[in-house]
């Protein structure tokens, strides 16, 4: 039996802002927003040629929203990663080499904090 993470829930104080930035910034697809009632809105995004989704929303967690730590995306290049994060106006870290692979790191509008790492070859 697989077992597979497929949506997150990411908590923001203003989903159309969360939005924007994910889409228009970090170049996240938006998949979903359906506003349920007044009470309950769901918008899905997805990074590109990731199985796995964030959705942010209202009525959806009861997290403090700027609470979630240590998201965190692979990439091939993290080069390339940081310089389009950069060039869309995302406020990236540089670029920090560990052992265990090389990372950039950066916040959304409410402070949850995400990892992008680019994993070493293996020999």
Excluded at 6 to 20: T, Y
Excluded at 67 to 88: C, F, N, T, Y
Excluded at 97 to 110: A, E, M, Q, T
Aim: glycine share 8%; proline share 6%; net charge negative.
């Amino acid at each position: 039996m697989d077992w597979k993470i497929e949506l997150v829930a990411v908590p923001v104080s203003a989903v159309d802002r969360a939005k924007a930035f994910y889409v228009d910034k970090v170049g996240f697809n938006a998949d979903h927003d359906q506003q349920v009632n007044e009470n309950l809105r769901f918008v899905q995004l997805t990074p590109p040629g990731s199985a796995c989704s964030i959705c942010i929303g209202i009525g959806l967690t009861t997290m403090k929203p700027g609470s979630i730590e240590g998201l965190q995306m692979v990439v091939p290049d993290i080069e390339k990663a940081h310089q389009e994060l950069a060039g869309r106006g995302v406020a990236v870290s540089d670029i920090e080499d560990l052992s265990w692979g090389r990372f950039v790191y950066f916040s959304d509008p409410d402070g949850n904090k995400w990892a992008i790492q680019q994993v070493p070859k293996r020999n």
